[in-house]
């Protein structure tokens, strides 16, 4: 973190969740701490790209389910644009459904809202940074998904046939475009179904851009 963030300025923040309410408490908690500033407020994801664009912030606190937007496609494509914000997720949420993909998608953090308040502030200060915070009901989960299938990482060949299913080209012309047979096309789609835990060709697709291996 720069001396500027760490210094007078403190650590700027932009507060995203759809409800009011939460979104007035925070900022309270956050301006009557020092060494923190809000710089805005959005109440679905959409905004809070725009938002995150236009106000440069440190830390993007992010709800995850929201009319309007979610967050995470909301992490996704701040990742895309390569915003350097950090995300640290704080939702109410923590199930395998929930968690793993707002991780995927690019966020620093995850806290659940019911975290103590010197546990939030050290998070944010530590997300601003560029360290991993997590819930230790998060951290549990990832540990175990980790383990399970389907996280096994993409050969460089299962990479470039996922690329091709994704531009919507066929076996054969995977096979023509790779100069392997058809056959072998199979066998590189059903060795990235399993890694993927995925079953046929779209929800590999999903999983690939969810984590990152494609529209990178």
């Given at each position: 973190m720069?001396?500027?963030t760490s210094g007078r300025t403190g650590i700027t923040l932009l507060v995203v969740d759809d409800h009011p309410v939460v979104r007035d408490g925070l900022r309270a908690l956050f301006e009557a701490a020092p060494g923190f500033r809000v710089l805005g407020e959005a109440a679905d994801g959409v905004r809070a790209v725009a938002l995150a664009a236009e106000l440069d912030?440190?830390?993007?606190?992010?709800?995850?389910?929201?009319?309007g937007g979610g967050g995470v496609p909301a992490?996704?494509?701040?990742?895309?644009?390569?915003i350097r914000a950090k995300v640290?997720?704080?939702?109410?949420?923590d199930t395998d459904s929930d968690t793993l993909p707002a991780i995927e998608?690019?966020?620093?953090?995850?806290l659940l809202k019911d975290a103590p308040r010197d546990e939030l502030l050290a998070g944010v200060r530590a997300a601003a940074e560029g360290r991993t915070v997590l819930s230790p009901a998060v951290a549990s989960r990832l540990v175990s998904a980790?383990?399970?299938?389907?996280?096994?990482?993409?050969?460089?060949?299962?990479?470039?046939?996922?690329?091709?299913?994704?531009?919507?080209?066929?076996?054969?012309?995977?096979?023509?475009?790779?100069?392997?047979s058809e056959a072998t096309v199979k066998t590189h789609l059903t060795h990235l179904y399993a890694k993927l835990g995925v079953n046929d060709r779209a929800a590999a697709?999903?999983?690939?851009?969810?984590?990152?291996?494609?529209?990178?």
């Amino acid at each position: 973190m720069s001396d500027e963030t760490s210094g007078r300025t403190g650590i700027t923040l932009l507060v995203v969740d759809d409800h009011p309410v939460v979104r007035d408490g925070l900022r309270a908690l956050f301006e009557a701490a020092p060494g923190f500033r809000v710089l805005g407020e959005a109440a679905d994801g959409v905004r809070a790209v725009a938002l995150a664009a236009e106000l440069d912030p440190d830390v993007v606190l992010m709800d995850l389910r929201m009319p309007g937007g979610g967050g995470v496609p909301a992490i996704a494509e701040l990742t895309r644009r390569g915003i350097r914000a950090k995300v640290m997720v704080l939702t109410t949420y923590d199930t395998d459904s929930d968690t793993l993909p707002a991780i995927e998608a690019g966020a620093t953090g995850y806290l659940l809202k019911d975290a103590p308040r010197d546990e939030l502030l050290a998070g944010v200060r530590a997300a601003a940074e560029g360290r991993t915070v997590l819930s230790p009901a998060v951290a549990s989960r990832l540990v175990s998904a980790v383990r399970a299938p389907g996280n096994e990482p993409l050969s460089a060949r299962e990479r470039e046939v996922l690329a091709l299913v994704a531009r919507g080209t066929s076996n054969r012309e995977i096979a023509r475009e790779l100069f392997i047979s058809e056959a072998t096309v199979k066998t590189h789609l059903t060795h990235l179904y399993a890694k993927l835990g995925v079953n046929d060709r779209a929800a590999a697709v999903a999983a690939g851009y969810r984590r990152g291996i494609l529209g990178g």
